[in-house]
Structures are given as C-alpha cells and as structure tokens.
C-alpha cells in the first residue's frame, strides 16, 4: 500500500535503487551486505595480488604474535607455524573457501530447482520418482558419506564441489517442488493456460519467478551452511589439501599450536563466523525484501523488522 | 498406519541396499589392507595368509556374495582392527553418540521452546533482539572452532573441564556444549517465527480477550499450534548430530559412531564401515517415523 502512496507523486525509480533503498533502511544487513562484497573482492583479486607474500616463509617470525606493528601490516594478525604472514593468507584462503561454496550451491540450486519444478508441474511419472531421489538423499548422514567419497575420489576442489552439491540439492527440489504445487493452481496460471501458452512458457514465464525469491534466499543461507561443511571436511583433513588453503584448512593447521599461538586458528575461524553471519543477516533481509507482503517492514523505516 | 509405515521402509531399504553396494564397492578400490595391518618386514608368506584369512584373495563379485549371505544371517562381518564382531564395536560407538545426541537434544529442545516463545510474545522487545541475534550467532559459527576456542579457554587456561577423553561426567560438558549452539540457535528461530504467527491467530487474542493470564496462552493455547514446523527442524537437527558429532567426536576424543567411522576408513576397517552406515541410517529411519508420528499426535487433522 505504502509502495503506491509514494510512488504517486514521485517519478518511477528503478529496480536497483529501491532496492539499495531497502537495504538502506536495515543497518544489520547493510553491514553484512558491504562486508560480503569485501570477502568477494578478496576472493577474485587477493589471490593476484597477495600470493607471493602469503607463501612467503619467514623462519624467524614463527607463530609471531598479533598487533605487533613493527613487523609491518602484514604481519598485524600474527604469523604461522612456518612464519607466514597470516592477514594475507587469510585474503587468498578465502578464494578456494567462497569458490566451493559457490560451486556447490549454484550447482545444487540448479539441479535441485529443475528437478523440483519438473516434480510440481508434470503430473506423470516424473512426479512420483523425483521426489523419493530426495529422500533417499536426505535419509543419510551427509558429511558421513562425504568422507568416505571424498577418501575414495582424492579430495580436489572439484570432487567437494560435487559431494557438497549432491547432499544440498533435496533442499531446493523440496522447496521448489511444494511451492510450484500451490503456485500451480493460482489463476494466472490457469488463465495462461487457456490462452494456450506452452508449457514450457508456463514454467519459466509464469512460476519461475514466483518461486524464485524463495529459492534464493534460501541459497544464501545454505551458502554458509556450505561453507561450515566444506571448512569441516578441511578441517578433518579430507577437505582441500596443502598447499592450496581455506579458512577451514587454516583453523586445522593452527591446532597443535593452541596452546601458545591461539591467533593461528582464532583469525580463520572468525573470517568464517563473520561472513556465515552476514549471511544469514542478509538472508533475513531478503526474505523480508523480495517478499511484497512483508516489505512495508523495511519501508516504514524504524526496527520492526522482525 | 500400517500401510504408511510399510511404504516408508520399502523406500528407505531400497536406498539402503544401493547405498551398501555403492559403499562396498567403492571402499575396496582404497586398496589393501593387508600393508596397513602386517609390519613392513613381514614375510610373503604372512602376508598370503592374512589375505586368504580375510577373503581379500577372491574376486570383488566373491567378497560382495558372501558378504550379503553372512549379513542374511545377521552376521555383519569381523572388524579387523579391534578382532571382534564388527556389529558389536558399531554398536558400542553408536551407544555413545545416541547418549550424547540425546542430552544435547533434551536441551536444546527445552531451551530453544521457552525462550523463543517469551521472545515472540514480545516481538521487537529488548529481550527478543537480544536472543535473535545471539541465536544467529550461534547458526553462523563452525562448531570444529567453538571446540577449540572452548577447549583453550575452559581446559587449558581455566582448568575447570578436562580437554578430551570421557570418564567423568565432566568429560560431557564441552562436548554438549559445542554441539547445542548451532541447533539451538537454528530452534530458536523457527519457535519465535511460527510462535509469531501462533500468536497472532484469532483464538489467542479470544483467550486474551477472556482475560486468560499471558503464561497459558503462550505455553497452552500457542505453543501447540506453533509445534509442527518447530519438530521438523528438531528432526532435521538431531540427525545432524550424527553428522556434526563427526567433527566434534573427533576434537574431543569421544569414542562415538561418527570418530569411529573417520578412523575405520582411514584404516581400510571395511565390515565396521558398512556396519556403522547402516546403523546410522537405521536410525534415522526410525527418528523420521516419529517425527511423523508426533505430527498426527499434535494434530489430529494430519492422518496417515
């Protein structure tokens, strides 16, 4: 209602701007939404530019103890076990930590939501069979079988992404499945129907962007699941090995120096807390954000965005 | 009932056969265990005989056939690092972690219900944005660095918990702690959201109207009407323990069923691998047939 009241008497504005608009009015995700841009930009350029110095050993600044300025800022967050400087690395380690995670949800997303909109819309066969391949799925301990494929199939970058991918694609084809079921039936759709749009047209013109927001914004949330997952199997050893790191592979290596070098696994395990939470902050927005109902919330201003 | 149970385990067997074939197969293509288990001096000879002793001699098809016949007799095969049955040494873990599971999930079940519902009869309060935003912390943070971070803090700095092991039932503290912190904050989430709505429907601002004090429209009148989503994440969550105890078992040293499969792969352990997947999936066969049963229990619209 709000929406209509304002846009009376002001010109239309993009897309873009109403929503940076929205994101304005809810600080918490504004915070998360510019500091997952910084991890993003770290993850495509820290590599170029930070590569050498992050693999640079220094023997004499072994496990160098944090906010020592002398050493230079790239030394402000401490030193390794083999004296490398740990802010850089943290920067590099985060392409191989956001490139998983990323691979894996945009190819579970993809699977998922195709297979979860095949299940909702046809009636035949398909319908019946699909939904099962997500039980069976869901029905075992994941990061389980993880292990023992990722033990069998060598552990590489690729081999995560499509562990991770497979155990993550019952959630949007679950989700995908059940909305396009209800969506189905609304009145748009029948009335396209009789008009004699194809199927296929029904499907990506009228229901795919319904059940769209939804999906993303559960693809946020599940990115950092994806991540604790992927920094797990890092951490157990069966992850991404050395000498590529993650921050999950960083918090592993830091370990049997816990006692006198607590910063080796605190800083990674807070890069990983950090961007998790933005996440999820962000997911929270969305979901108040791309739903029309709800987003009187935000536009209202004030904190009644619960 | 009957019927519905019957299809969910015809469904549930079926995954279970291919997952064992599946497992079988490709746990076997890790190699020999042969030069894991004998000294490296030891003689051909010796190595001959623990192959022939332990059927690694025969054909892939061979090993699979009479696996499948010992395992109709109930019979799940030797584990060959502990020279016991290997159903006994899964069980024995799979003990450990259900007990650990259990009390975390008691817990957090508790905590998260009455806390999210006081936070939702209040919403936008200062008690509400406090827990909302502990509880996303608590989602967001990977449970393998709470342990650390737990373990410096409260067994090497403070002294007041042991760091790893299990004995007294001080060993339980940090290990129960780790793992209620991501559920908890994911529960709480999901009772204040639908507690919302519960909250908001017609018949609770009917009792509020009658005067009814605000404690039994909260717990009574809102909070069973707010359960079903709040069991299924319960569900999801305490077979993620089985999962999440992985990680956990591990830092701890907790001679659970997840530490126990880590270990029994990197050992080529084939018969407790296969044994511990099924009991694991066994077991969440049979939480999901309650969950469902807790649905009909809850509401009596919901029938199978």
């Not at chain 2, 007294?168 to 919302?196: C, D, E, K, N, Y």
Request: with cysteine; hydrophobic share 55%; net charge positive.
């Amino acid at each position: 209602m709000t929406e209509t009241l304002k846009s009376a008497g002001e010109p239309p504005k993009g897309r873009l701007t109403t929503f940076l608009k929205l994101l304005w009015a809810d600080k918490f995700a504004l915070f998360a939404a510019v500091f997952l841009l910084v991890v993003v930009l770290c993850a495509i350029f820290g590599p170029l530019l930070l590569e050498t110095l992050a693999t640079k050993q220094n023997l004499r600044g072994r496990n160098a103890a944090p906010f020592d300025l002398e050493a230079g800022w790239a030394m402000i967050l401490g030193a390794d076990a083999l004296g490398r400087p740990l802010l850089p690395r943290i920067v590099v380690a985060a392409q191989n930590t956001i490139f998983v995670a990323a691979g894996a949800v945009f190819f579970s997303m993809l699977i998922g939501t195709a297979l979860g909109l095949i299940a909702g819309y046809s009636r035949g066969r398909a319908a019946q069979m699909i939904p099962r391949l997500g039980d069976v799925i869901m029905s075992f301990p994941s990061l389980l079988l993880a292990v023992i494929v990722l033990y069998i199939l060598e552990p590489s970058v690729g081999n995560i992404i499509i562990v991770l991918a497979i155990t993550r694609i019952p959630i949007y084809l679950r989700t995908a499945r059940a909305e396009v079921l209800e969506v189905r039936e609304r009145m748009f759709v029948q009335a396209a129907k009789v008009m004699g749009a194809s199927d296929r047209r029904i499907v990506f013109r009228h229901i795919l962007p319904v059940v769209l927001p939804t999906l993303l914004t559960i693809a946020t949330l599940d990115f950092a699941f994806v991540m604790l997952a992927e920094s797990s199997l890092s951490f157990l050893g069966i992850g991404i090995q050395a000498p590529d790191i993650t921050w999950g592979l960083m918090v592993s290596q830091g370990r049997p120096y816990l006692t006198n070098a607590w910063w080796l696994s605190f800083w990674p395990g807070l890069a990983i807390i950090l961007t998790t939470l933005s996440l999820n902050l962000l997911s929270n927005w969305m979901r108040i954000a791309l739903d029309p109902t709800q987003r009187w919330r935000l536009e209202m201003g004030g904190r009644k965005n619960g | 009932m009957k019927q519905f149970i019957g299809k969910r385990a015809i469904a549930s067997a079926v995954s279970l056969v291919g997952l064992v074939i599946l497992v079988f197969f490709l746990s076997r293509l890790t190699g020999d265990p042969t030069d894991l288990y004998l000294p490296i001096d030891a003689s051909q000879e010796m190595r001959d005989q623990f192959r022939e002793l332990n059927g690694f001699n025969d054909p892939l098809i061979v090993q699979f056939g009479r696996y499948v016949a010992d395992l109709a007799r109930l019979d799940f095969g030797q584990s060959i690092r502990e020279a016991r049955p290997a159903i006994d040494v899964v069980l024995q873990g799979f003990s450990w972690t259900l007990s650990l599971a259990a009390i975390t999930m008691t817990l957090v079940t508790i905590a998260a219900i009455v806390i999210g519902s006081l936070a939702a009869f209040n919403v936008g309060g200062v008690f509400d944005r406090i827990t909302t935003f502990f509880s996303l912390i608590g989602a967001s943070a990977p449970d393998f660095w709470i342990a650390i971070v737990a373990i410096v803090i409260f067994a090497v700095n403070l002294h007041w918990l042991p760091t790893s092991g299990t004995g007294t039932p001080w060993h339980w503290v940090l290990p129960v702690a780790v793992l209620f912190i991501r559920p908890f904050g994911l529960i709480l989430q999901v009772v204040r959201g639908s507690m919302i709505t519960a909250l908001s429907s017609a018949y609770v601002k009917t009792a509020k109207a009658k005067g009814v004090r605000s404690r039994p429209i909260i717990f009574v009148h809102g909070l069973r009407n707010g359960m079903l989503p709040v069991i299924t994440v319960i569900g999801d969550q305490a077979a993620g323990i089985l999962n999440g105890a992985v990680v956990v078992e591990t830092i701890f040293g907790f001679p659970g069923i997840g530490k126990l499969m880590i270990d029994s792969i990197l050992q080529r352990d084939f018969a407790v691998v296969l044994a511990a997947i099924m009991v694991s999936a066994l077991a969440i066969f049979i939480m999901n047939l309650l969950i469902d049963l807790a649905y009909a229990l809850l509401d009596p619209r919901i029938r199978y």
